[in-house]
């Protein structure tokens, strides 16, 4: 179970976690400094070893498409693949601005309760990595060239393909590949974020995850900035029309019709 706080803006911040809550009947109130009137008032009880307030805040509306996380003073239901999100956030936060290792543990720790799963930072920093590896090896090849690679893939493709000399997981080849076919630019609202290198940041999004045995070709992968792809992930999702050449769906409310072309 999450907790946040209101701020001025409207914008909502998630600053901490319990772990393995349960509702009580009777409210708790706690003198606190910071919520309002200075008094944190909880109806939760949950284990110490997997609760903590977090070090660095997250906006909640990045995963709540907009909107307040849970209604103010009450509470709601998630799915477990926001919380695993919410934790990984926290984690990969604390590491840019230094982490205690009493904090590290402990985010682990809940982050392996929630997911019923080891947690494998390796894998998600060297999915990263060779991403970026792999970009700086193919960023000049011609359009054609690229697209021409996207067609070819089957099924019966390998996990791993070999590129100039090297290995790389299919995965990550065709994530980089559609990047720049999309020109680093969100398939949903057009945005390039722009890094202080002089790069550009996009995420990619499968339609069909992973843990569905979603495929890894071109038309399964969307480009996504953070927020849309967080959206898609956990928003209220729609398909309405689906073929290799595009992706008609509505989401949260709004219709969006997408071009799955490689062109």
């Known amino acids: 179970m999450f907790y946040s706080k209101n701020l001025e803006t409207s914008e909502g911040e998630i600053v901490g976690i319990y772990g393995d809550a349960k509702i009580l009947q009777n409210e708790k109130r706690t003198k606190w400094k910071g919520f309002e009137n200075d008094e944190l008032i909880s109806n939760v009880v949950a284990k110490k070893e997997l609760s903590l307030l977090f070090p660095i805040p997250l906006k909640s509306k ?120 999309r020109e680093f630019k969100c398939q949903i609202c057009g945005t390039s974020i722009l890094k202080k290198d002089g790069s550009f940041y996009v995420e990619a999004a499968h339609i069909t995850e992973k843990k569905h045995k979603g495929p890894e070709s071109p038309d399964n992968i969307l480009i996504l900035c953070p927020n849309h792809h967080k959206e898609f992930d956990f928003g209220n999702k729609k398909i309405i029309e689906r073929t290799k050449e595009k992706l008609s769906f509505e989401l949260n409310g709004r219709k969006y019709n997408i071009s799955l072309e490689l062109k």
């Open 62 to 181: 990045i995963y709540s498409q907009g909107a307040g996380l849970v209604p103010q003073a009450n509470f709601t239901y998630k799915d477990e693949k926001i919380a695993e999100k919410i934790i990984i956030d926290e984690i990969r936060e604390l590491k840019k601005s230094g982490i205690k290792l009493e904090d590290y543990k402990k985010l682990i720790k809940l982050y392996e309760f929630i997911a019923g799963s080891e947690y494998s930072e390796k894998e998600i920093d060297d999915n990263e990595k060779e991403q970026e590896e792999f970009l700086t090896i193919v960023k000049d090849l011609q359009r054609t060239q690229i697209i021409k690679e996207l067609k070819e893939i089957t099924p019966q493709i390998p996990e791993l393909v070999e590129f100039r000399g090297k290995q790389y997981k299919r995965d990550n080849k065709s994530i980089v590949e559609l990047k720049i076919l």
